[in-house]
């Protein structure tokens, strides 16, 4: 199961991680936000041991999604070593997130 990033934990889980890290930001009320979630299940189950898989929800989140400018959602993030090294905006199918998260490994 994909990781619940919060304000609270994002140091933790995002920044010090030595392993490479997605996460989505998304909101219940998002239509392409439901569907890029199963995706993302998906990933952290696939990825479990080589990647950290997680979501922010922006409604509860604030400041991690101000920090980083997201102002449209689905937006997803991955991070290399505490920096952002790739995003990707709106619903895509999963093999351009599979593509992208391989290239971090």
Same mark, same amino acid.
């Given at each position: 199961m994909a990781l619940e990033i919060t304000d609270a934990n994002f140091e933790e889980l995002v920044m010090?991680? /030595?392993k490479p890290v997605l996460i989505d930001?998304?909101?219940?009320?998002?239509g392409p936000c439901r569907m890029v979630g199963p995706i993302v299940e998906e990933l952290s189950k696939d990825y479990e041991g080589k990647a950290v898989v997680g979501?922010?929800?922006? /409604?509860?989140?604030p400041n991690i999604s101000m920090n980083f400018g997201i102002r449209n959602i689905p937006t997803i993030l991955f991070f290399k070593n505490g920096q952002v090294v790739d995003k990707q905006v709106g619903a895509v199918p999963k093999a351009n997130l599979v593509a992208k998260l391989d290239a971090q490994l």
């Amino acid at each position: 199961m994909a990781l619940e990033i919060t304000d609270a934990n994002f140091e933790e889980l995002v920044m010090k991680s /030595d392993k490479p890290v997605l996460i989505d930001f998304w909101a219940e009320w998002c239509g392409p936000c439901r569907m890029v979630g199963p995706i993302v299940e998906e990933l952290s189950k696939d990825y479990e041991g080589k990647a950290v898989v997680g979501k922010v929800n922006v /409604d509860t989140n604030p400041n991690i999604s101000m920090n980083f400018g997201i102002r449209n959602i689905p937006t997803i993030l991955f991070f290399k070593n505490g920096q952002v090294v790739d995003k990707q905006v709106g619903a895509v199918p999963k093999a351009n997130l599979v593509a992208k998260l391989d290239a971090q490994l």
